[in-house]
């Protein structure tokens, strides 16, 4: 089987990856913006955030590995805590351009949280 570079630049996948950009199916694959102010639109900055998401997802299954050195699990706490902090400027942005507020309900969450703490 060819390697990932030889498939890439073989005429076939070049052809499909032009006619799916015509037809509007699929985009090719992107950085996210660094800045979140930078994008204009709605589902286009939900899609960001969900690429986030599932970022920090793996790097939490990641860091629940047992074989790591504690310096690597310092340093993949260091990267998801970063990735927090994208996350909330992607959910800001969001709210901004008129989308659903995302961090609505972890403040339901710890609200409930505290009326529980206190009734006991």
């Known amino acids: 089987m060819a390697r990932n570079e030889e498939k890439a630049q073989s005429m076939l996948y070049r052809f499909r990856e032009a006619q799916a950009a015509q037809l509007g199916l699929a985009k090719t694959r992107q950085r996210r913006p660094g800045f979140a102010g930078s994008v204009n639109s709605v589902t286009e900055a939900e899609m960001w955030r969900r690429d986030l998401l599932s970022e920090v997802s793996r790097k939490i299954a990641k860091i629940q590995d047992v074989s790591l050195s504690d310096y690597q699990v310092r340093d993949l706490n ?19 351009l008129g989308g ?12 409930l949280a505290k009326i529980l703490i206190r009734s006991i």
């Open 78 to 96: 260091d990267e998801i805590n970063k990735l927090m902090g994208q996350k909330y400027h992607w959910e800001k942005r969001i709210v901004d």
């Open 100 to 111: 659903p507020d995302y961090r609505v309900i972890k403040k339901l969450y710890l609200m």
